[in-house]
């Protein structure tokens, strides 16, 4: 296997057009009813990397830079009825391998990139006051660790009109502009109300992403759920992020053993405590030397004991 790193491993995933438009396809309602061969072939926008590969996106390499942002995939796409006025929207696809550690929710740092993506637009997609050309952006989060609570669910962030004083409703088109999309990787509750594509490209992100799934096997469901046929370039990237994938939660199950192996080393010490206080042949002092613990430690053990 390449080495390379899971955040590169994901970047290369999602280089390929037909990977993004099952994507688009599940989770952006523009696109709900076109064939996935229209998405990629007829609406994904994208610098073409070489001629010999005509299925990747250049704009997904090491990360794509916008003012103090930089994205893991970011590209244009048209709309399959547009308009005058509005011909596509922007599409953002970031991985986050972890949520535990960040300091800040994720839905904040979407919207964060979002607007900034919709401010990138002055100067490109409009100038000087021509706000009503403004297209609409999406932020799309794929979170492979999610908390309990959150797995498998899909949860979007959007703008809604409330006019609670009369009857009046502007033009959804005129604020409907940024939406962020966080697709929380895990086993899908079959009552959940979602639509038969965004299940299926969950579960299907869910194995390459967060199982140890053999490769060929989903290279093999690619073709069978999907109908899509990957280049070799393609195949190859697919393997490494399984391969990736496989290698994290195997050096996640190794950590977790560890850890438990630590806390139940520590629980024996207390318990051994413990029993030598309730004997009181022995000073603390002693205990917490035969014990390997810190000796304030045991005073709180005999203060709790005899409370």
């Known amino acids: ?21 099952i994507t688009l396809k599940a989770l952006v309602p523009e696109y709900k009813d076109s064939t996935i061969e229209d998405i990629r072939d007829k609406y994904i926008q994208g610098d073409i990397e070489s001629s010999r590969d005509q299925d990747k996106i250049v704009s997904a390499g090491a990360g794509v830079e916008d003012g103090n ?20 929207v922007i599409i953002n696809i970031e991985g986050q391998k972890s949520t535990s550690s960040l300091g800040y929710d994720l839905a904040t740092r979407g919207i964060y990139y979002a607007c900034n ?5 002055y100067g490109t997609i409009f100038s000087r006051s021509e706000y009503e050309k403004l297209e609409k952006v999406y932020s799309i989060w794929i979170s492979m660790s999610p908390t309990n609570k959150e797995k498998g669910s899909i949860v979007r962030y959007k703008i809604v009109e409330e006019n609670p004083t009369n009857d009046y409703r502007n033009k959804k088109e005129n604020y409907d502009k940024l939406e962020v999309i966080i697709l929380n990787l895990g086993e899908i509750d079959e009552e959940a109300n979602i639509n038969y594509n965004e299940k299926k490209v969950s579960r299907y992100l869910t194995k390459v992403f967060t199982e140890t799934t053999d490769a060929e096997e989903a ?5 069978s759920e999907f109908g899509i046929d990957l280049p070799e ?5 697919l393997k490494n992020m399984c391969n990736l994938s496989e290698a994290l939660i195997a050096r996640s199950t190794e950590a977790g053993r560890e ?23 022995l000073s603390l002092e002693d205990i917490a030397s035969c014990v390997d613990l810190p000796l304030e430690k045991v005073q709180e053990l005999a203060a709790k004991k005899s409370a």
């Open 259 to 281: 850890a438990g192996l630590q806390e139940g080393a520590e629980q024996n010490k207390i318990d051994n405590a413990l029993r030598l206080i309730a004997n009181g042949k």
């Open 233 to 237: 370039s393609a195949k190859e990237d």
């Open 117 to 121: 993506m919709i401010s990138s637009e």
């Open 219 to 223: 290279i093999e469901e690619l073709r």
């Open 1 to 21: 296997m390449e080495d390379i790193t899971y955040d590169e491993g994901f970047k290369r995933f999602f280089a390929y057009k037909a990977l993004l438009a």
């Open 69 to 88: 942002v930089k994205y893991d995939i970011k590209f244009d796409a048209l709309l399959p009825e547009s308009t005058k006025d509005h011909m596509r």
